[in-house]
């Protein structure tokens, strides 16, 4: 009795070293390379052919840090390809070196059919990356046609989230003139009076930059322009302090009686059940086989008067600005940060598409800018900025 059982230990011992041996020679470092030139060549067949042999598509490429699913979302066409990973035992969640996952890297290649698929498949589209930011923040960010963000939106993405130095998806919109993907924030509930770490709304990120059509959205839907920044500066006077005194008079002769509010409700998806608190962190589920910089959310980029506070544990996604613009910046307490290192990264501009769940607010803001110089005699296109002048000697005293 007791040789028949050692007999058969044995023989279930053996088997497992053989099934080890048989799954490291199939994760060998020349298939994994081979797996994800396949993956590249979206070549279908081959990829279900090494997932059936039982290979692991969860790992990051020694040479771009990227991972099978991330690289899948970057393609064109990539629908059946991220189907297949799926079904093979790739994470929705596997993040990249860099600590990015999937779904981020769809958003970031403005790609509809990865997000799409993937979104379908279950995926969140609250997935944080390694600095906690979301793909909604992403999004906002790079800009772009504006379908990807109101995908998210419109799959119960929650709008808030705050990087290392309290900005929020609505200040990224303004700060790069991202029009559209500001008004599927406010539609879904964007905070205007969000401030930063500066202190500084969404209103006083447009006077700094210039971007007076993101201006006229905020105020249109009812900004409050008599906030200040943590500098006693109200968006007028940061716009008179920047150089930009069209904007600055955009801002100055706005009347609360010109505000119109949203009168139709934001649509979302029946699929996704939302949870009560929100979805946890990615981070807590102690997934670090995809990102080791990542320990639990305890005193992760928390900034003060946002609850959160520290640093982000990874280098920040930030450029240096041109001498005289950052110095010019910083006397108002405002720094770059959180922008895309490519320059090429610009908002498109596309119309909105017929499948839109947002209303646009560009006839009726014509119009409202049209009756707002009627009333105080400009002409169209025409900003008097005599008074500025004076305006900024005495704002100049003031600060």
């Known amino acids: 009795m007791g040789s028949a059982l050692g007999r058969r230990e044995e023989a279930e011992r053996k088997e497992r070293k053989a099934r080890e041996a048989r799954k490291a020679k199939l994760n060998s470092k020349a298939n994994l390379k081979k797996f994800m030139e396949y993956v590249q060549q979206r070549n279908i067949e081959k990829v279900s052919r090494f997932l059936e042999k039982g290979l692991d598509p969860n790992f ?227 997934r670090s086989a995809s990102d080791n910089n990542l320990n639990g959310d305890s005193g992760h980029g928390l900034v003060q008067g946002h609850g959160r506070q520290g640093q982000s544990p990874v280098p920040s996604l930030r450029s240096l600005p041109a001498l005289g613009q950052h110095q010019q910046h910083a006397s108002l307490g405002e720094t770059h940060h959180g922008e895309v290192p490519d320059s090429s990264l610009q908002s498109t501009g596309s119309s909105r598409s017929s499948h839109s769940h947002s209303p646009s607010l560009h006839s009726h803001l014509h119009e409202g800018e049209q009756n707002v110089r009627r009333a105080h005699g400009h002409p169209l296109g025409h900003v008097p900025r005599g008074r500025l002048s004076v305006l900024l000697m005495v704002h100049t005293v003031r600060l």
């Not at 490429?61 to 079904?87: F, N, R, W």
């Not at 979301?134 to 939106?153: K, N, Q, R, W």
């Not at 924030?185 to 969000?194: E, K, N, P, V």
């Open 60 to 286: 990051h490429d020694p040479e771009s840090g990227e991972c099978p699913l991330t690289m899948a979302s970057q393609l064109e066409g990539c629908a059946e390809l991220i189907k297949v990973l799926k079904s093979g035992g790739a994470h929705l969640d596997f993040r990249t070196q860099d600590g990015i996952t999937a779904l981020h890297k769809a958003v970031r290649t403005k790609n509809h059919t990865a997000l799409i698929t993937l979104l379908d498949l279950g995926a969140s589209p609250d997935y944080k990356d390694s600095r906690g930011l979301s793909p909604l923040y992403h999004s906002s960010m790079v800009g772009g046609d504006p379908y990807c963000c109101e995908l998210l939106l419109h799959d119960h993405a929650q709008v808030g989230c705050v990087d290392e130095n309290g900005w929020q998806e609505i200040h990224q919109a303004c700060r790069h003139g991202h029009v559209q993907h500001l008004e599927h924030l406010l539609f879904y509930g964007a905070d205007m009076a969000a401030q930063n770490a500066s202190g500084n709304t969404a209103l006083h990120v447009c006077a700094l930059y210039n971007q007076d059509s993101c201006t006229r959205v905020l105020l249109f839907r009812g900004a409050n322009k008599e906030i200040k920044n943590y500098n006693s500066q109200t968006a007028f006077q940061v716009a008179i302090i920047a150089g930009n005194f069209d904007l600055a008079e955009i801002i100055k002769i706005h009347k609360v009686s010109d505000v119109v509010p949203f009168r139709e409700t934001p649509s979302y998806t029946n699929r996704r059940r939302v949870l009560v608190g929100g979805l946890p962190s990615p981070r807590s589920l102690m």
